[in-house]
């Protein structure tokens, strides 16, 4: 299903579109927010729509065009989407490539979208002046009830009361559109592999944040470590892994881990493995989960910034090191978990930078 929301600024689009987004398991998509991080790029694009947003003017059709057919490019809007703030004009719904189903329109009077914005929070975005709001209200009059008038000809159009609370907005949009709200129950596992120092941990604690588990392959040689009081040393942790693999072979971690990741599908949809290690684990697990989706997502950091991060470890700072690197490539085999990875994220910055990309690469498996 292809959605467009439109309304005037405060009317209510983002909280619908997030709604809706979770209610029907297709991606929303705000054109807004796609200007507004543009706008904090260090660039002469990212420079002038910073000056055209903050000046509460439109962007140019065939700047705003481009920048939308791209995203929406993407694989996981294959399926369907919920747009926010395109089409505006005349121009951008003839030139649009993507055929719309319903265009919903959130009525909301002028004086009382205003009231919204100006008393949603303490303080206003940098482009949420009162001059730059009164601005966006004559452009969305100008250029945009001219849109509706073409979707409602098209009989496209479904006009909904946006003064009403978020609850019977989005019960009046679910009617109209005939939906009821269903669970997608397709179970998938994401599996992510890296060198050490490429962010696995992290990479976890972001879909911890999504409140999706994520299992720790490593773990079991860790706690047998800790239990045995050893160091946690390269000599002691080659030991333990080539003598499991000796008893199970190169799959051994997925075969020591494979209740674990069952007993997790059983409640969630999404599982994530931090730190799979072999191909043949991955191979294990394909077998074993054949009706399961299984995604790889490869972690690659420059070698120099890893073994700075490892350095830093509070557990484990000398565990680091070309030696051990060749041997998680080629001794345990990871090289091909990491050159079939589905999805490859480069983690060379910021954390934020870091969660930004781990969040586009889960938007394309969710909803894929």
Do not use: C
């Not at 975005?125 to 452009?139: C, G, I, P, Q, Y």
């Not at 997790?264 to 991955?282: D, F, Q």
């Amino acid at each position: 299903m292809k959605l467009v929301l439109i309304g005037i600024q405060g009317s209510g689009k983002s909280t619908q579109g997030n709604l809706l987004s979770k209610q029907l398991k297709i991606p929303y998509l705000s054109t807004g927010h796609i200007f507004r991080e543009i706008a904090k790029e260090k660039t002469t694009l990212g420079r002038y729509i910073k000056e055209t947003i903050n000046a509460g003017i439109l962007v140019p059709d065939e700047k705003v065009i481009e920048i939308v057919n791209h995203y929406l490019s993407r694989p996981e809007y294959k399926k369907g989407y919920i747009l926010d703030g395109f089409p505006r004009t005349i121009v951008q719904v003839k030139k649009f490539r993507n055929s719309v189903d319903k265009v919903i329109y959130l009525e909301v009077p002028e004086k009382e979208a205003i009231y919204r914005l100006a008393y949603r929070n303490s303080e206003l975005r940098e482009d949420e002046t009162l001059a730059a709001l009164k601005k966006r209200v004559d452009s969305f009059k100008k250029f945009t009830i001219p849109v509706l008038d073409y979707y409602r000809k098209e009989g496209k159009l479904v006009e909904v009361d946006g003064t009403k609370t978020i609850e019977e907005v989005n019960k009046e949009i679910l009617k109209y559109l005939g939906k009821q709200i269903t669970r997608n129950e397709q179970k998938t596992i994401i599996a992510i592999v890296g060198l050490p120092g490429s962010g696995k941990t992290e990479a976890a604690d972001f879909f911890a944040k999504k409140n999706l588990p994520a299992i720790s392959f490593g773990k079991i040689i860790n706690d047998y470590i800790n239990n045995k009081k050893l160091s946690h040393t390269r000599e002691i942790h080659k030991k333990i892994r080539e003598d499991l693999r000796k008893k199970y072979g190169l799959k051994a971690l997925a075969i020591l881990n494979q209740d674990r990741l069952r007993k997790a599908l059983i409640k969630n949809t999404i599982v994530v493995i931090e730190g799979m290690r072999s191909w043949e684990e991955y191979l294990y697990l394909k077998k074993e989960f054949p009706h399961i989706r299984l995604f790889i997502l490869g972690l690659y950091t420059d070698k120099v910034i890893r073994y700075q991060r490892l350095s830093q470890r509070k557990n484990r700072p000398k565990l680091y090191g070309e030696e051990r690197d060749i041997d998680e490539l080629v001794g345990i085999n990871m090289g091909p978990t990491i050159a079939f990875a589905d999805y490859v994220i480069k983690n060379n910055y910021s954390l934020k930078d870091f969660y930004d990309k781990l969040e586009l690469a889960y938007r394309s498996i969710f909803y894929s």
